[in-house]
Each structure stands twice: as structure tokens, then as C-alpha cells.
């Protein structure tokens, strides 16, 4: 087998999720999520953005998945946005809501482009915020009930369902550090939070499962990929607390069955963990039948260091830790671009848990792109991200990792979270004054490595 080439039957997939792209959040019966409440809180987004519009999907996912078939997707991972589809978190479902999702995946399926959902990419109904959001258990069942409902709709359509994406961040971002909706500083309801997207993951896929036995069910976690920063007890400290609340309070309970007994030691000056009750470990452990796994850059982890960020409150448990800036190249984020990292990860996804099938379900760089006069956007800097990153793939699946797809982030230019629109990640360019979209070169390229399945 040549170096350069996917094994058979490789996913090839573009990603988006549904504030970040769909805008008409008033239309049809949708009512407002923690990110509506969020982005139009003034402080909380830059220049004060929010996704009232964004790339106007709701409205063009025609054409949109035109320039899909036009790249050769094989696979679209979006996601369901939970108030338009059930108003409130509650109750019956909207009709008007789902009709967008069933007319969105027939004209995918047209283009014979598989549909992949995620179910919970970061909006919650602002009514179960106001009920005590994810730090409340009853959020676990009202989501398990949305699930089933969506299914119902769309599950002789669908058969890949993603149950949440990147529960760290809603979780820690979302309700210990702040920079997340609902905007939360509360380390202990963070970490409740945490359970219960855990837990509310559990009973979606029973529920699911229950309903649907073709179904192929997986969660997406940003695993993040963590190298010490010396070899010292102290830096190894430092990255066994961060991997414990990064990582492994996620892959242990959903592929093991339990919490890591080292993290419950890290946060007991937190919480007595009273929400874990008897039998939540079997439902969070229900079998999935693969992993997904977003990957961007890789943390340095040291003991604290002067001048350096430190951990800080999305990160409980870890005070006394700094991540360290190495002063690698950086993308429009400033994340430090180091494509062994997202070999490393598979490897150690795969080692420590079994092989278990992954898909890269979000990898991508953001860049200050512009339309040039010749009316191309020219990311040569964006295709040598990609590409640096799908070697760094093949040589997980040549260590024998079972990689059976790659989502690249993102389909197209959208709002992203608290960096508003001023952050382009998409293969194609939007621009917002008009929504004209445009194929970037690395949308160009793209569409040939799939058509090859090859980087040549
Ligand atoms: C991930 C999110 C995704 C996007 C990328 C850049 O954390 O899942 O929505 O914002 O980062």
C-alpha cells in the first residue's frame, strides 16, 4: 500500500454546527438557546457578533450542499439546534423545526452525501438554563427525551448520530471559566455539568438504541493531546492533573465504566461528587460504536511558570499548572501548529482504550483570509495545515489505529463562539455582507484528496 493513500472505504467529511451557521433564530417556532442569551450579552463576543444571521444555512442549505457535491463530500457532520426543534426543552416537538432538518438531509442524501448529527453542540434551551442548566440532573433526561424525539423525525434518514461535541468545553468553559455560554464561574457546577452531559449522553444512546438497532452511535471529545514539558516530577504532575480533567474523567466513565479515582482526589476540595448516582456509570458506559475525536494543537504542560498562562479556571483541580508557549508557528487563533500531536493522540486513544473505531470529526486552522482581485482566496497556508495533519493521520492508521474517516472544520466561514466572525475556518469563504460563498484553494484541493483518497 502506498504511504500516501487512505485505506479503503475512508470517511471524507466536512463539519459545521447549527448556531455557528444557520442564523434565522426567530423563525418557524425556534426559541432562544444560552448562546442567543449569551452573544447578545455586550461583553461576552467580540465586536459584539452573534449568530442572528450567521451564514443564513436555514435558508441556503441548498446551495450549500451544491458546493458539498461540487467538493465530493462523503459525509456532513452538523448539528441539531435543540430550541428549534423543541421550543422551551420541553414537550412536543416543532414540526416547523424538524421539516428544515428532514429537508437538509433529503437534499444530502440526494447528492448521496451522508448525513452525520450531532445532537448537542452547545445550545441549550434557555429555559433549561434557567432551570439550572447542566449542573441540574434533570437536563440529562430532558436531553435523552430531544434525542428520541429527533430520532423519531429523522432516523429513517440518519444513521449516524453524534451525541454532544466536546463536552469539556460546555462544561468547563461553559460554566467554570465564563468564556462559554452560559457564562458560568462556578468550578463545582462545572463539574456537575460534566456529569450530566455524561450521564445525558448514556440515556440518548439507550434511547436511541432502544428505537433503532441500525443505528451507529458515537460521542465527540476534544482529547487533548498533552506533552510534558520536562521530565521532571513536577511537570508530570502537572500533565497527569490536566490529562485526568481534560481527559480521562471523559474516556474512563464512557469506555470504562468509571471515574479516574486520582481526579475525584484532584477536585474533592470542590465537590463531594453526590451527584454520581448508583447505576450512572452503566448508562454513561453504554456501548458506542465509535469515537470521535476533534484535534487542533497539542498542550505543553508544565509545573507553574513564570510568564507563562497558567491553567487557570477551566482547569479545576490544576492550579499551580502552566501551559507553555513553545513559539511554533500559529494559526489566526494563536494555537501552535504541531501535527505529531494528532498522531500521538490516536495512538494513545487506541493504546489505553481498545480499538475502538475513530473518525476525526473537526480538525482545521482558521486564517485572515481575503478575496483576492482575481476573485480566489489563495490559503496555501490553510491546504499545508491539512495536509501536514492527514500525514499525521496515515501515520496513526500505519501504527495500526482504526482511523475510518476525517471531518475537516469547517465546511465553511461561521461564527465562532466568543471570536464572533472575525475567526475563518471554512474550506469555502463567506462573505457576510452579501453570503456569497466562495471555494477557497483549500477547498479545491480538498476536493481532490477525497476524489483520489490520497495526499499525491
Ligand atoms: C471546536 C468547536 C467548533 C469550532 C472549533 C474551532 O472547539 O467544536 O465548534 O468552534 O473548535
Redesign the pocket.
Given at each position: 500500500m502506498s504511504t500516501i493513500t487512505f485505506p479503503q472505504g475512508f470517511l471524507w467529511g466536512a463539519a459545521t454546527?447549527a448556531y455557528?451557521v444557520e442564523g434565522a433564530v426567530a423563525e418557524d417556532g425556534r426559541t432562544a438557546s444560552i448562546w442567543d442569551t449569551f452573544s447578545h450579552t455586550p461583553g461576552r463576543v467580540l465586536d459584539g457578533d452573534t449568530g442572528d444571521v450567521a451564514c443564513d444555512h436555514y435558508h441556503r442549505y441548498a446551495d450549500d450542499v451544491a458546493l458539498m457535491a461540487r467538493l465530493g463530500l462523503g459525509a456532513y457532520r452538523f448539528s441539531v439546534s435543540w430550541p428549534r426543534v423543541q421550543p422551551g426543552g420541553r414537550g412536543r416537538a416543532n414540526q416547523r423545526g424538524l421539516d428544515f432538518y428532514r429537508r437538509l438531509t433529503d437534499e444530502l442524501l440526494e447528492r448521496g452525501i451522508e448525513p452525520w448529527v450531532t445532537l448537542y453542540?452547545w445550545d441549550l434551551p434557555q429555559e433549561l438554563e434557567d432551570a439550572g442548566g447542566w449542573p441540574a440532573r434533570d437536563t440529562a433526561a430532558r436531553f435523552a427525551e430531544y434525542a428520541a424525539l429527533v430520532h423519531e423525525a429523522l432516523g429513517d434518514r440518519v444513521r449516524h448520530w453524534i451525541t454532544l461535541?466536546?463536552p469539556w468545553?460546555a462544561a468547563f468553559l461553559g460554566y467554570a471559566h465564563g468564556r462559554h455560554a452560559p457564562g458560568g464561574s462556578d468550578a463545582a457546577a462545572a463539574l456537575a455539568a460534566c456529569h450530566h452531559m455524561l450521564l445525558g449522553h448514556g440515556l440518548a444512546t439507550r434511547a436511541i438504541r432502544s428505537a433503532d438497532s441500525a443505528a451507529v452511535i458515537g460521542t465527540t471529545l476534544?482529547v487533548q493531546s498533552l506533552i510534558a514539558h520536562s521530565d521532571s516530577p513536577a511537570d508530570r504532575e502537572a500533565l497527569r492533573r490536566v490529562d485526568g480533567i481534560g481527559n480521562r474523567i471523559f474516556l474512563d466513565p464512557l469506555l470504562r465504566a468509571e471515574y479516574p479515582a486520582d481526579v475525584a482526589t484532584d477536585i474533592a476540595h470542590l465537590t463531594d461528587l453526590s451527584f454520581i448516582h448508583p447505576g450512572d456509570l452503566a448508562t454513561i458506559a453504554a456501548p458506542i460504536d465509535f469515537l470521535g475525536l476533534?484535534y487542533?494543537n497539542p498542550l505543553v504542560v508544565a509545573a507553574s511558570v513564570d510568564g507563562q498562562p497558567s491553567a487557570g479556571p477551566a482547569w479545576p483541580g490544576c492550579a499551580d499548572v502552566s501551559f507553555i508557549r513553545r513559539g511554533f508557528p500559529v494559526t489566526h487563533m494563536g494555537w501552535e501548529i504541531d501535527p505529531a500531536g494528532l498522531t500521538a493522540l490516536l495512538r494513545r486513544v487506541t493504546e489505553d482504550y481498545g480499538p475502538i473505531p475513530l473518525y476525526i470529526t473537526?480538525n482545521g486552522a482558521a486564517y485572515a483570509d481575503t478575496v483576492d482581485a482575481d476573485g480566489g482566496v489563495h490559503d496555501q497556508d490553510r491546504i499545508d495545515y491539512f495536509a501536514r495533519h492527514l500525514h499525521a493521520c496515515l501515520e496513526a492508521i500505519r501504527a495500526g489505529v482504526p482511523l475510518q474517516g476525517y471531518f475537516a472544520?469547517s465546511l465553511m466561514d461561521n461564527f465562532?463562539?466568543g471570536w464572533g466572525y472575525s475567526r475563518r475556518?471554512g474550506l469555502l469563504h463567506v462573505d457576510y455582507a452579501t453570503q456569497r460563498r466562495t471555494i477557497k484553494d483549500s477547498g479545491h484541493w480538498y476536493a481532490e484528496v477525497i476524489r483520489r483518497s490520497s495526499l499525491q
Open positions: 454546527a455557528q453542540h461535541n466536546e468545553c476534544n476533534n487542533y473537526e472544520w465562532e463562539w475556518f
